[in-house]
């Protein structure tokens, strides 16, 4: 029983951040219609961040896919730990695919045993769908009545959810000096290359970095 | 078809292709560490390059303006372990005061 609830509690608290994401988009001059089809479709969070974020920022349809597909390749991490458990095909395994990401993964391995992590995995992925999906509406709708995007914050909304995103992954030297080296490379490219290459472009550091153990 | 259209689709389906890949391969095929540590590595990559630009450039020029305000407001509330929503939304709120009084 408890899994359940606290499926649901996560669920709403991550929820809520949708709204932030529904202003982000709008911001970025994405039509409310297309910010809710983002939730709905990509359903993962920093990609979609991302993806409207390059866009914003005046990069090209090309950067903005690749980057939010990078980020969103972790997703498929995911799914390989959870496959085994929930065993799951047809059409059934593309909805389970749909909800695979940071939280219902979680929340199913933080469980003891294996009919726990399924519900947690269930009930967590779609709770976090239902909730991520209102409040982007209501977000984007928000936001589209403003006139100067600015005057309300809704600029500072994206890197400082971007700060927030990155902060939890911070563990450990390396990844403090990735951290600060894709902040100076992305800053130094950008005057000198088109909209959307620095950022992609930071994801060679990070293998690089990572090819050695 | 618009470069938001473009964005907003391909995004999706590149995002789905890779969790139900996940969902279908093998689990030995992503066991090597060096995937696993590359996949950590990414993100961490990718997000601070999005705090700079997001934050401290204006298309093709760099800059610092009230966006930094919001930016070290998200920080210090990162820092004091306070939840996203107040870190970020908060961030909003400094953001948007320096921009009005300046």
Redesign the interface.
């Known amino acids: 029983m408890s899994v359940k609830r606290d499926s649901l509690s996560l669920s709403f608290?991550v929820g809520?951040?949708g709204a932030?994401f529904g202003a982000a988009s709008v911001a970025a001059?994405?039509?409310v219609l297309?910010t809710c089809?983002?939730s709905l479709?990509?359903?993962?969070g920093?990609?979609?961040?991302?993806?409207?974020?390059?866009?914003?920022?005046?990069g090209?349809?090309f950067s903005?896919?690749a980057?939010?597909?990078?980020?969103?390749?972790?997703?498929?991490?995911?799914?390989?730990?959870?496959?085994?458990l929930?065993k799951?095909r047809g059409a059934k395994?593309?909805v389970?695919?749909?909800i695979?990401i940071d939280e219902s993964t979680g929340v199913a391995l933080a469980q003891n045993n294996e009919k726990d992590s399924r519900t947690g995995f269930w009930w967590t992925g779609f709770g976090v769908f239902i909730f991520w999906n209102i409040f982007t509406l209501i977000g984007a709708v928000s936001a589209g009545l403003l006139k100067d995007p600015?005057?309300?914050?809704?600029?500072?909304?994206?890197?400082?959810?971007?700060?927030?995103?990155?902060?939890p992954?911070?563990k450990g030297k390396?990844?403090y000096y990735?951290?600060?080296?894709?902040?100076?490379?992305?800053?130094s490219l950008?005057?000198f290359v088109p909209?959307g290459v620095?950022?992609?472009s930071?994801?060679l550091?990070?293998?690089l970095?990572?090819?050695r153990? | 078809m618009s470069?938001?259209?473009?964005?907003?689709?391909?995004?999706?389906a590149?995002?789905?292709l890779?969790?139900?890949?996940?969902?279908?391969?093998p689990?030995s095929?992503?066991a090597h560490?060096?995937?696993?540590?590359?996949?950590?590595?990414?993100?961490?990559?990718?997000?601070?390059?999005?705090?700079?630009?997001?934050?401290?450039?204006d298309?093709?020029?760099?800059v610092v303006d009230?966006?930094m305000?919001?930016?070290s407001?998200?920080?210090a509330a990162?820092v004091a372990k306070l939840?996203?929503?107040v870190?970020?939304?908060g961030?909003?709120?400094?953001?948007?005061?320096v921009?009005?009084l300046s």
């Open positions: 608290a809520v951040y932030a001059h994405f039509s297309q089809a983002i479709l990509t359903f993962s920093a990609s979609q961040f991302a993806a409207v974020g390059v866009v914003g920022a005046g090209g349809a903005a896919i980057t939010g597909a990078l980020l969103g390749t972790r997703n498929g991490l995911y799914a390989v730990r959870m496959a085994p929930l799951v395994r593309i389970a695919a749909q695979t600015a005057a309300y914050g809704l600029d500072a909304l994206v890197p400082a959810a971007f700060v927030g995103l990155v902060w992954r911070l390396r990844s990735l951290a600060a080296l894709a902040f100076i490379c992305a800053l950008v005057p909209a620095p950022i992609i930071t994801a550091l990070a293998i970095m990572g090819w153990a | 470069i938001y259209w473009i964005t907003a689709l391909g995004t999706s590149a995002c789905f890779f969790k139900y890949l996940g969902h279908s391969v689990e095929w992503l560490p060096r995937v696993q540590r590359i996949n950590l590595l990414i993100p961490v990559a990718l997000l601070s390059a999005l705090v700079a630009v997001q934050a401290f450039t298309k093709t020029k760099l009230h966006r305000a919001g930016v407001f998200a920080v990162f939840p996203f929503p870190a970020v939304f961030a909003a709120v400094v953001s948007a005061l921009y009005r």
